[in-house]
């Protein structure tokens, strides 16, 4: 795996307050998603990615450029989408645009041609002309998510990327995220709360508690259960059903979701389901392999932290 983003024992305080702990991280191609509570360190982590802030120990690399006195260098080749609003008062949206392509050196009509290609690849369509300023909360996602890839960049840090939008244009967003990655060959971290957003298009996982890296995984990995287990949708009352599971002496639960997840079944688990189906006389609405909750993996993190910090 070819690693985009490499830190070795990377230590930022502000005061007495240690921000991040002691951080060592390897981030490869795909996308990550880099995940954790409020005040877990996402924030200062990133900025130290774009150097915008000094580390008070340790070292690293970014698209193998030293962290150290390469500031302006690596941001030449990130881009970056903040979560908060950073527009200039009084530009349209493809003046905008053209602006961050004129900084990044696409000069003159250039920077104009490449500004509306990247605003139609974004869907941003005849509000491109209008004053940003007279933009909704998701039109101004759309065109801080354009003036981040208008360099053309090989590593994009998104920060809370589909917040504000609705959910076609979230899934329009996803779906231009994931294509980066996969057909243009990018690598991104998206830093967000919206673990759907996780699962739909994440290859690996990060999180954050304190600090302090708790997790690092494939997502594959992480939802794959410790054991075997299949979840069962039923079009019917649970009760009967969940008889026949336990007379053949196996553990169940019953998720958020309301579906049943069924452990200890052996090779012969869709037989045997479908026998507890007609024993009971409830009918199959869904039937798989079952996978860990994101959320639970979540939760899981930050209690380990809570435990060991104590």
């Known amino acids: 795996m070819d690693t985009t983003v490499r830190l070795n024992g990377v230590t930022k305080k502000y005061g007495r307050l240690v921000a991040l702990d002691q951080i060592s991280l390897a981030i490869g191609t795909g996308v990550t998603g880099l995940l954790g509570p409020n005040g877990a360190g996402k924030t200062t982590l990133i900025k130290v990615l774009l150097g915008l802030v000094r580390t008070s120990h340790g070292d690293g690399q970014v698209l193998g450029i030293p962290l150290r006195g390469n500031a302006r260098k690596i941001r030449a080749r990130v881009g970056y989408m903040p979560e908060d609003d950073c527009y200039i008062a009084g530009l349209s949206g493809v003046e ?39 933009y909704s909360t998701g039109m101004r996602q759309k065109l801080k998510f354009a003036q981040a890839i208008i360099h053309d960049p090989p590593l994009l840090i998104l920060d809370e990327p589909t917040a504000g939008l609705d959910p076609e244009e979230r899934l329009a967003m996803l779906n231009r995220i994931r294509s980066l990655s996969t057909v243009a060959g990018k690598a991104v971290l998206i830093s967000t709360h919206i673990l759907p957003d996780v699962r739909t298009i994440c290859d690996d996982v990060v999180i954050m508690v304190n600090g302090r890296i708790r997790v690092v995984e494939r997502l594959a990995v992480l939802s794959r259960p410790t054991t075997p287990a299949y979840s069962v949708r039923l079009a019917g009352p649970v009760e009967p059903f969940r008889q026949c599971v336990e007379a053949d002496g ?31 006389g409830v009918d199959l609405r869904h039937l798989a392999p079952a996978t860990n909750s994101l959320e639970d993996v979540f939760l899981r993190a930050i209690r380990e932290s809570a435990v060991a910090d104590s």
Do not use: N, P
Not at 255 to 273: F, K, M
């Open 96 to 134: 905008l645009v053209q602006f961050m392509a004129q900084l990044s050196g696409q000069k003159g009509v250039e920077g104009l041609r490449r500004a509306h290609e990247i605003l139609d690849y974004c869907d941003i369509r005849q509000e491109r002309y209008r004053d940003v300023a007279t």
């Open 250 to 280: 196996l553990e169940w639960k019953m998720d958020r979701d309301g579906a049943l997840t069924i452990h200890g079944l052996g090779e012969d688990a869709t037989d045997r389901i479908w026998r507890w189906s007609r024993e009971s």
